[in-house]
């Protein structure tokens, strides 16, 4: 079945930024998700790429798709201490049903 | 985007009782899922919620233990049945338009005794 993979942890330093990578393996994916959950809250949706674009930038996020290794990366510059949480990358499995297939999730520690 | 609305937020049960969690949404949605997040664990998709007909299970997942009701384009409820300790947990809805982005509720925290 179709499978999302993430890095488990990454640490920088404030100011720096951070570059956190996901591989996926559903060539049929239509859409690609990145969300943040903060301690004890719910999923954000912090940005979303279509399958047919290579880059997406919002603020400080920019997100990157390299459709033939089936790499999808969240780049946020300028990070800050709240930026510290899980970030989640999902895969809408099967087209567009809405099924989402998570990665384990990539938690950031920020450190001042 | 959609507003979304859990009910409750938290809840501590006794083994073997059940618990019916609600979704509410703000607007009409064609799409409503029920997803369960263990401790320290990513989601995973328990159910299609279907207006008006019988709830999609994915596998590893069943009726008898997530009776799931949507009856109508805003509204979905969850029942964890018979609950044991292992379905402590955080219960999320979420909802979406074909070909558009998924939203998400706060979330359900759940805690079996």
């Known amino acids: 079945g179709e499978d999302v993979e993430q890095s488990l942890f990454l640490s920088v330093r404030e100011g720096d930024s951070s570059v956190i990578n996901c591989t996926y393996t559903?060539?049929?994916?239509?859409?690609l998700y990145w969300y943040k959950q903060e301690p004890g809250a719910g999923l954000q949706l912090l940005t979303y790429?279509?399958?047919?674009?290579d880059m997406k930038q919002d603020q400080r996020l920019t997100v990157l798709l390299n459709k033939k290794d089936k790499h999808l990366s969240l780049r946020i510059a300028d990070t800050q201490t709240g930026d510290s949480a899980i970030y989640f990358c999902?895969?809408?499995?099967?087209?567009?049903?809405?099924?989402?297939?998570f990665g384990q999730g990539t938690t950031l520690q920020v450190k001042p | 985007s959609a507003v979304i609305s859990q009910k409750p937020s938290r809840d501590i049960c006794q083994r073997g009782t059940s618990l019916t969690i609600q979704c509410q949404v703000d607007s009409q949605v064609t799409m409503m899922f029920w997803y369960r997040q263990q401790p320290g664990q990513s989601l995973t998709l328990i159910a299609t919620a279907n207006q008006g007909s019988e709830a999609t299970y994915e596998s590893g997942f069943v009726i008898d233990k997530f009776p799931i009701s949507r009856p109508n384009l805003t509204f979905s409820t969850l029942t964890v049945s018979n609950m044991s300790p292992e379905d402590s947990s955080i219960y999320l809805c979420s909802v979406g338009q074909p070909l558009d982005t998924q939203y998400f509720g706060p979330g359900t925290r759940l805690t079996v005794l």
């Open positions: 559903d060539s049929s994916s239509t859409y």
């Open positions: 790429i279509f399958s047919n674009m």
């Open positions: 999902a895969d809408s499995a099967h087209g567009n049903t809405g099924k989402l297939i």
